[in-house]
């Protein structure tokens, strides 16, 4: 068991309220209730004492961005914390797919033919089958993954159709130098013509923006647990 001290304790718990009374107001402006916003808490390569100051202020969703790290704290805190959901937040292998599929919750990042496949694949195996979002490169950036916007709608029809994949929503990560609000607004749209009710989207630095534009899931690491240390 993690010794958290007292000041890390309070810091994220003063943290995690502060984002919380965020997304209420944000979604009050919007006229939405803001239950029907979920914070997920993205735990990447944070000190496992922020983690579980986290579980202990009553946070139970959690955003991993890669599968060994996850492995490495997640199966020992869920044993000891209750009701904890997790997304896969990061690019997925498909030599990790196995995984995966026997660890979280949620995939929010099914972007490529080869992985849908691999992963209806993998669920028929251990039978189980987490949730799927197609992740939407709506920036178009080269160094990010996700399905372009022109591939979206063929490529969502694939994932239901052709591999039967559980899919519920849709994910972006938009542009660091743009305005958020037309990535948030693209992949509104695109869920729309789908009937795909949940959309991730939105971060630290807007995830207030993204709820007034619909977000259902709201990714949030830095302002909840702090600086990232990547040493």
Not at 67 to 74: H, R, S
Not at 95 to 122: G, H, I, M, S, W
Not at 137 to 158: H, I, M, R, S, Y
Request: aromatic share 4%; charged share 25%; net charge negative.
């Amino acid at each position: 068991m993690t010794d958290v001290p007292a000041e890390v304790a309070a810091e994220v718990a003063d943290n995690l309220a502060d984002v919380r009374a965020r997304i209420a107001a944000a979604a009050a402006e919007a006229e939405r209730d803001p239950a029907a916003v979920t914070l997920i808490a993205v735990g990447k390569v944070q000190p496992l004492e922020r983690v579980e100051a986290a579980l202990a202020a009553g946070q139970r969703v959690f955003g991993e961005n890669r599968v060994q790290e996850a492995q490495g704290k997640w199966p020992d805190l869920r044993a000891r914390y209750p009701g904890v959901e997790l997304h896969l937040i990061g690019p997925l292998q498909t030599n990790k797919v196995r995984e995966a599929v026997a660890l979280f919750d949620v995939v929010q990042t099914v972007d490529r033919p080869k992985l849908a496949a691999e992963l209806a694949r993998e669920m028929a195996k251990q039978g189980r089958r987490p949730d799927c979002y197609v992740q939407v490169n709506t920036g178009e950036e080269p160094q990010k993954a996700g399905v372009l916007p022109a591939d979206a709608d063929a490529f969502v029809e694939a994932c239901r159709g052709e591999h039967g994949l559980p899919v519920v929503g849709l994910m972006c990560i938009p542009p660091a130098d743009q305005d958020p609000a037309l990535h948030f607004a693209l992949l509104r749209e695109i869920a729309k013509r789908h009937g795909l009710e949940r959309l991730s989207m939105g971060m630290s630095g807007d995830y207030e923006l993204a709820v007034r534009l619909g977000a259902t899931h709201v990714r949030v690491g830095t302002a909840i647990f702090g600086a990232r240390d990547y040493k």
